[in-house]
């Protein structure tokens, strides 16, 4: 079967082609996200990883064509949401499409909630903006929502500082799903959160997800949460992907040598003694990243192949990585297939 | 335990607020070894901070004694207390606040340099700036830098650099790794057990990323709400949990693995206020075993050999 034909057998929520963000700032361009391809299924569950800097908020500000100008400069082939391109979407129809079609829980929760408006009346007005119901109704909807997260109905009248930080989360949660959106974007949800209340907010979403068959991108840097919620990983460095695929090709098969320099920078919480072994260096400036490979300064297994431009190379049909070391005979990173 | 650099007996703070007395830390007591971790951890506010900070004397304790290579530090003058700081250093939770953003990356790290009179001429302390600029990692040509324009990384970075400069026999690490990437944590993880090697040093470690305080510490001492409730090594600690919120908080930790079997404790709720908290358990209100005895404050005991629980129902659960 030719690629093209497989591609149309996929029920796509999300396919992006091609997506360049840079930034122009006085310090020079900074180049956050570099010809990236995105496809996510309709229900599933993607785990956006990478560190500091990689990209990963300003790709879904992107997503929602909220990249602010200036000082941000978006270029793209192809954005397409369920099938509807956003590209050429006007303000209006943009502003209908946020919070119905894709919400956003943002990576700062705690100033996502307005100070002087009630927590119900915030879910309310998300419902009220983008459904054709009146505001009685949608502040009844409000109540529902909030009970869903696990917060009782009557508290609808409180405003966040009466809450705490889980609780502010749950209802950033809520707002976010209050229109059952199709695709929801959670930018390290529980980063903020103490981990008995991570798993309390995750579970929640792990629920509330089932329930209205949400596709999700989770953005982390957690792959330990990566491995509770989603199907799938999308490894980020510098602006692009360079590893994707299904949870057991990436955590058990892996294939680039910067998911494998993650792996190993991690604490085993089996084995203690097991010493880290960090991936040297730093991540690279992004107003001025390395020719080809932006990993070669750090990369082990650079060699003279990597200066020309990266391109993905497929595994399988689930499993992509960008790395040309792949086409060097018998290639194979040290870490070891489980 | 043979050598002994720190000893917290009764450690208590508490804050006057508007609602009444916040007990951040209330009566805590444990000894550090020389050369060794002890991992402090528990949720956000549960007076991890606050602990570290009344050990080098930055807030006045309440009540309580620390006892720091055999010295009461709450008993010394000014003169003897500037003198053992020098012994006594802390590497901050928050990278961002912590740094004058008026001054360069060499100002800043060279600062406690010039206020103690280590070094005195400007060659021997650039000399210095650099080479411990280099032992964590940050690149030569940041030398002139300003704080804002690195980013989370390399101003923890800066912070380490800076508690380094004094040639400490203690460290407090204070959330050291927290706003930092895995693969940098991972260095700097090496990098601070590197020196401990190299100088014997003591570290009080607190986090709130088990997996890393597992890693990193000898001991771990779990705070709730004030108290320690469990203190064991951190292999006894993570085997064999004892006390119910341990056991939760433990389960709690999502594992980079996949089939990683998973019996998660879900705890209700969240932590209580800690202002004017009454003589019951800290944990009664989240607890899934409360009864009618932990209505009286448990005390912490020792269990088994070094591990430590303050639960009435230890053994029974
Ligand atoms: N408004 C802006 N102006 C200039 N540069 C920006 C702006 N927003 C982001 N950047 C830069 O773009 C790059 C990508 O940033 P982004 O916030 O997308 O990273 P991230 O992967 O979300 O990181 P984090 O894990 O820290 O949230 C970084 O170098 C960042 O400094
Ligand atoms: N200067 C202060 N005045 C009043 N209350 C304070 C002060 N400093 C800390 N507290 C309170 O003391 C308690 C313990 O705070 P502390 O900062 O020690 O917690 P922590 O365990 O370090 O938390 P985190 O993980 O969030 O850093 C909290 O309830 C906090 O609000
Ligand atoms: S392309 Fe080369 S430098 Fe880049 S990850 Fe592969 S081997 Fe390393
Ligand atoms: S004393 Fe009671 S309430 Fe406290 S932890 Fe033990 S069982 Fe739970
Ligand atoms: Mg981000
Ligand atoms: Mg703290």
Avoid: W
């Avoid at chain 1, 180049?31 to 790709?59: C, F, M």
């Avoid at chain 1, 990249?67 to 590209?87: I, Q, T, Y």
């Avoid at chain 2, 629980?309 to 230890?314: D, E, I, N, S, T």
């Amino acid at each position: 079967m030719s690629e093209k034909a497989i591609e149309k057998q996929k029920d796509l929520i999300l396919d992006v082609k091609n997506l360049n963000v840079r930034f122009e700032t006085d310090d020079g361009i900074v180049r956050a996200v570099n010809g990236l391809d995105l496809e996510i299924e309709r229900g599933h569950a993607i785990g956006l990883v990478g560190e500091t800097g990689a990209g990963k908020t300003t790709t879904a500000l992107a997503l929602l064509r909220l990249v602010p100008d200036p000082p941000g400069v978006v270029e793209c082939e192809k954005l397409e949401l369920d099938g509807r391109d956003v590209l050429g979407m006007g303000i209006k129809e943009l502003e209908k499409v946020r919070g119905k079609d894709i919400s956003m829980i943002f990576q700062d929760p705690m100033t996502a909630l307005n100070p002087v408006f009630t927590v119900g009346d915030q879910i309310a007005e998300s419902i009220f903006l983008h459904e054709d119901v009146s505001y009685v109704e949608a502040q009844k909807r409000a109540v529902a929502m909030l009970e869903l997260v696990g917060i009782p109905g009557e508290r609808a009248g409180e405003y966040p500082h009466q809450f705490s930080g889980g609780m502010k989360q749950r209802v950033v949660i809520a707002i976010a799903l209050a229109c059952h959106p199709q695709l929801l974007i959670a930018d390290e949800p529980t980063t903020a959160l103490d981990v008995t209340i991570q798993a309390q907010v995750l579970d929640l979403m792990k629920n509330l997800r089932q329930q209205y068959q949400t596709s999700l991108i989770m953005i982390t840097h957690d792959l330990g949460i990566v491995a509770e919620i989603c199907d799938e990983v999308a490894v980020m460095y510098a602006g692009n992907i360079v590893e994707k695929g299904t949870l057991e090709d990436v955590f058990n098969r892996t294939k680039h040598p910067y998911t494998e320099g993650l792996f190993n920078s991690l604490p085993n919480i089996r084995d203690r003694k097991a010493m880290l072994t960090p991936i040297k260096g730093l991540m690279p400036d992004p107003t001025s990243l390395p020719e080809g490979c932006p990993f070669s300064p750090r990369c082990p297994y650079a060699g003279e192949d990597c200066t020309a431009p990266q391109v993905v190379r497929n595994i399988s049909a689930t499993h992509f990585v960008r790395c040309c070391a792949y086409d060097r005979p018998g290639f194979h990173i040290e870490r070891k297939e489980r | 335990m043979a050598d002994t650099i720190l000893e917290v007996k009764n450690l208590t703070k508490y804050f006057k607020t508007k609602h009444g007395m916040l007990h951040a830390v209330d009566g805590i007591n444990f000894k550090l070894a020389r050369g060794k971790t002890l991992g402090l951890v528990g949720e956000s506010g549960c007076g991890k901070s606050t602990t570290g900070r009344t050990i080098l004397r930055l807030i006045e304790p309440t009540a309580g004694e620390i006892i720091f290579e055999g010295k009461d530090i709450n008993k010394l003058s000014r003169s003897e207390l500037r003198h053992a700081r020098k012994d006594m250093q802390l590497i901050f939770q928050d990278p961002y606040s912590s740094l004058d953003p008026r001054k360069t990356v060499s100002q800043i790290i060279s600062e406690p340099i010039i206020a103690n009179k280590i070094l005195k001429t400007s060659a021997d302390i650039d000399a210095r700036v650099a080479e411990l600029m280099s032992t964590v990692g940050l690149a030569a040509r940041l030398f002139n830098a300003y704080p804002h324009e690195l980013d989370g990384g390399r101003r923890q970075r800066i912070g380490i650099a800076r508690a380094l400069a004094m040639e400490p026999k203690f460290i407090v690490c204070d959330e050291p790794v927290s706003a930092l990437d895995v693969s940098i944590q991972a260095q700097i993880l090496n990098l601070l057990k590197e020196l401990q090697a190299e100088f014997n040093l003591s570290y009080i470690f607190i986090t709130h990323d088990l997996s890393v305080v597992n890693h990193f510490s000898d001991e771990i001492a779990v705070m709730y709400l004030g108290k320690i409730v469990e203190k064991a090594p951190a292999e006894q600690l993570f085997d064999n949990p004892l006390h119910p919120y341990t056991k939760a908080l433990l389960s709690a930790i999502p594992i980079p693995e996949l089939g990683a079997k998973k019996e998660r404790i879900l705890i209700q709720g969240e932590i209580t206020s800690p202002i004017n908290p009454p003589d019951e358990c800290r944990f009664y209100k989240r607890c899934n075993y409360a009864c009618d005895r932990c209505k009286a404050l448990p005390e912490l005991k020792e269990i088994a050999p070094d591990h430590f629980v303050a639960c009435h129902l230890v053994g029974e659960i």
